[in-house]
């Protein structure tokens, strides 16, 4: 083998080696950053279980406009969390805000407003989270009034909880809380 083939080799073997070695590096610090969190909820036998990660508000304006540096942009794509997409898993078909979401696994989104979040129910569930899905596959999207609270909530929180046979996601960031309810069908 001449001398500048192998150097040549050496190359691409060293830099694979440090790209692989960078990514393994990368995904464990973002993980320590925003840790993973998997919130399971069952009911007879009906199971629901939502995947995300976990970042934290570390004093940063979360929700707002583009103007005063808001964290996540009123109008703009966001994955619900941080990382890999939030997915959504269930075992029956539901009913979410008029539409018919059959069982199986989803990822989900939300482009946040002011007054009004978009949600969007994707079925690609296993993807980078950082990029916006094809939104032709969109199973459906709607939308959800976003409330305030007093109390500000430091990390990104989903729970899944019932209220009497009615039940519903809770999303709750810094003082942002949205509450979507579904039936179990």
Do not use: C
């Given at each position: 083998?001449?001398?500048?083939?192998?150097?040549?080799?050496?190359?691409?073997?060293?830099?694979a080696l440090g790209a692989y070695i960078a990514s393994r590096f990368l995904n464990k610090e973002t993980k320590r950053l925003s840790p993973q969190a998997t919130v399971e909820f069952s009911d007879g036998n009906f199971k629901m279980k939502v995947t995300y990660c976990r970042p934290h508000k570390k004093g940063r304006l979360i929700?707002?406009?583009?103007?005063?540096?808001?964290?996540?942009?009123?109008?703009?794509?966001?994955?619900?969390?941080?990382?890999?997409?939030?997915?959504?898993?269930?075992?029956?078909?539901?009913?979410?805000?008029?539409?018919?979401?059959?069982?199986?696994?989803?990822?989900?989104?939300?482009?946040?407003?002011?007054?009004?979040?978009?949600?969007?129910?994707?079925?690609?569930?296993?993807?980078?989270?950082?990029?916006?899905?094809?939104?032709?596959?969109?199973?459906?999207?709607?939308?959800?009034?976003?409330?305030?609270?007093?109390?500000?909530?430091?990390?990104?929180?989903?729970?899944?909880?019932?209220?009497?046979?009615?039940?519903?996601?809770?999303?709750?960031?810094?003082?942002?809380?949205?509450?979507?309810?579904?039936?179990?069908?």
């Open positions: 083998m001449n001398k500048i083939l192998r150097n040549v080799l050496i190359l691409v073997v060293v830099v929700f707002g406009s583009v103007e005063d540096g808001a964290l996540q942009p009123f109008g703009q794509y966001w994955r619900l969390g941080a990382n890999e997409a939030t997915t959504l898993e269930v075992n029956k078909d539901l009913m979410i805000e008029g539409h018919e979401l059959t069982a199986g696994k989803y990822s989900i989104y939300a482009v946040p407003g002011e007054k009004m979040w978009k949600f969007g129910i994707n079925k690609v569930a296993d993807r980078w989270g950082l990029n916006e899905p094809d939104y032709s596959l969109d199973v459906f999207t709607f939308e959800v009034p976003v409330t305030y609270t007093e109390e500000s909530v430091e990390q990104f929180t989903i729970t899944i909880g019932d209220d009497g046979g009615k039940y519903f996601i809770k999303f709750w960031w810094d003082t942002s809380k949205i509450v979507i309810p579904f039936e179990v069908k």
